[in-house]
């Protein structure tokens, strides 16, 4: 068994994604690309050459996206009844005192690439890193039916409504993930261990 990431690990991933992307974007290393990639990671509005943006769904380090922010590639992009169910969702859970929010959203090939590669250099192998990364062929992110939601206390309500709204966590070790997987009011089909075993 291995424990959960924990959220902050996982928003350190997606910067070191991004600084990866960064200094790629930047050529050669030195000086010039870790000060790009730090301006990345920051999310600063002179962000990296070639880095990724808001465009390709990327959310900054340490932020979230109002589910209702349509304006937002990572919530405009998704698949329009998921994106129905996760707002209506979060409106019934604010009724219970609890603020929703996306994590991350629809994603772009390039920006699932990114994490895929990040990942494969954290965990040191490809097969492993799938277990948390899917690929950009497969990563249902890519397609707009998959949410990342937070903060913990949202990821408890939904483990305990989500599928009154036919929302289900897919992977065990990834209790913040969720797709539209069934009608609502039906039960959610049993979690498989990882997005590599699907
Ligand atoms: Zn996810």
Request: net charge negative.
């Amino acid at each position: 068994m291995r424990s959960q990431p924990s959220r902050s690990t996982r928003l350190w991933r997606a910067a070191g994604a991004l600084a990866a992307v960064a200094a790629l974007a930047a050529g050669a290393g030195g000086c010039a690309a870790a000060n790009r990639a730090r301006s990345a990671i920051t999310g600063s509005p002179a962000r990296a050459d070639g880095g990724l943006t808001a465009a390709d769904g990327y959310i900054p380090d340490g932020q979230s996206v109002s589910p209702f922010d349509d304006s937002v590639p990572a919530i405009g992009k998704l698949d329009p009844a998921l994106r129905t169910a996760i707002q209506q969702a979060a409106k019934d859970a604010a009724g219970d005192g609890v603020t929703m929010v996306i994590d991350s959203g629809w994603r772009s090939k390039r920006l699932q690439k990114a994490l895929l590669d990040q990942a494969i250099v954290t965990y040191g192998s490809e097969q492993e890193a799938r277990k948390w990364v899917n690929t950009p062929d497969k990563s249902t992110h890519v397609s707009g039916k998959a949410v990342d939601v937070g903060p913990t206390d949202a990821d408890s309500w939904l483990s305990q409504h989500g599928n009154d709204y036919g929302l289900c966590q897919v992977y065990t070790n990834e209790m913040w993930h969720y797709e539209l997987t069934v009608a609502p009011g039906d039960t959610c089909p049993v979690q498989v261990s990882n997005a590599s075993a699907g």
